[in-house]
C-alpha cells in the first residue's frame, strides 16, 4: 500500500513537470428557510484546468450540493450533481480564437443574455477591416 501511494505521489510531481494542470475544490453554502422549514445546502465546486499548448487548452467544472432538510430531522442528505463548465479553447495564432462547450457569453450591452450558455465562440481579426 505505501508503495502504491509513493508511486501516485511521485507520477502527481514528475507529471506537473510534463504537463501544465491546474485542479482545485471550492466550497459554498445556501440557506433556505421559512416558517415551516430549514434548508441548508454545502456545495462543493471541483475544477480542473489544462493548458495543452500549441493554443489548445480545457476547463471543467461540477457542483455537487447536498440537501439538509429539518423537517426530515437532519437525516441523510440528497446528492445533487450539476454541470458547471466545460470548455475546450484553441487560439493557433493570434488573430484566431475558438472555444466550444458551456461558455461564458454576454450580449453587446449586457442588459438581455450574460451567463453559461452551451454552443461555440469564435473571433477573429481581419486585416482589411
Known amino acids: 500500500m505505501k508503495r502504491l501511494l509513493l508511486s501516485l ?30 434548508v441548508f445546502y454545502p456545495i462543493f465546486i471541483p475544477w480542473f484546468s489544462w493548458d495543452g499548448g500549441e493554443g489548445l487548452s480545457v476547463y471543467l467544472s461540477g457542483i ?41 457569453y454576454s450580449d453587446c450591452l449586457g442588459m438581455t443574455a450574460y451567463g453559461l450558455f452551451d454552443g461555440i465562440k469564435a473571433e477573429t481579426s481581419l486585416s482589411a477591416g
Open 64 to 104: 455537487l450540493s447536498l440537501k439538509y432538510r429539518s423537517n426530515d430531522g437532519w437525516g441523510s442528505p440528497v446528492l445533487v450533481p450539476e454541470i458547471s463548465r466545460f470548455c475546450f479553447m484553441y487560439r493557433p495564432n493570434q488573430n484566431l480564437y475558438a472555444e466550444a462547450g458551456r461558455v461564458v
Open 9 to 38: 505521489v511521485l507520477f502527481l510531481f514528475i507529471s506537473g513537470l510534463t504537463f501544465s494542470y491546474d485542479y482545485g475544490l471550492l466550497l459554498d453554502q445556501r440557506i433556505e428557510a421559512d416558517n415551516e422549514e430549514f
